[in-house]
């Protein structure tokens, strides 16, 4: 069973919104950090965002930082990344995982990814 699955991605133009979500089954969820991450093509994967599920802290990329927002819903497993003002620069292949010793530094189990085109 796979840990993490990102589920939202699609085409979308600029300025516009996106949510993408990570639902997590087989790990109890509290006990993770949840970052949300992205590749685009031909560049390396860049951390945009973490969560600590038990205190709810967030931590953004400068890149994102008030534009995105992460937040989750502890009863459904499900971390949210709320994507807004999107440019096409945010167009890449966008990633969750989670980390077991909720620094949002190393992590355990990584989703499949889901992808995000912004047009312009």
């Known amino acids: 069973e796979v840990p993490l699955v990102e589920s939202g991605g699609g085409l979308v133009q600029a300025g516009r919104s996106l949510r993408l979500s990570c639902a997590a089954s087989?790990?109890?969820?509290?006990?993770?950090?949840i970052g949300w991450f992205r590749q685009a093509p031909g560049k390396e994967r860049e951390g945009v965002g973490c969560?600590?599920?038990?205190?709810?802290?967030?931590y953004y990329a400068e890149s994102v930082k008030g534009r995105f927002t992460i937040s989750s819903d502890n009863a459904k497993n499900t971390v949210y990344l709320q994507m807004n003002s999107l440019k096409p620069e945010d167009t890449a292949v966008y990633y969750c995982?989670?980390?077991?010793?909720?620094?949002?530094?190393?992590?355990?189990?990584w989703g499949q990814g889901t992808q995000v085109t912004v047009s312009s």
């Open positions: 995982a989670a980390d077991s010793r909720r620094l949002c530094y190393e992590y355990d189990y």
């Open positions: 087989a790990i109890t969820f509290n006990d993770y950090a």
């Open positions: 969560i600590v599920i038990n205190d709810g802290s967030t």
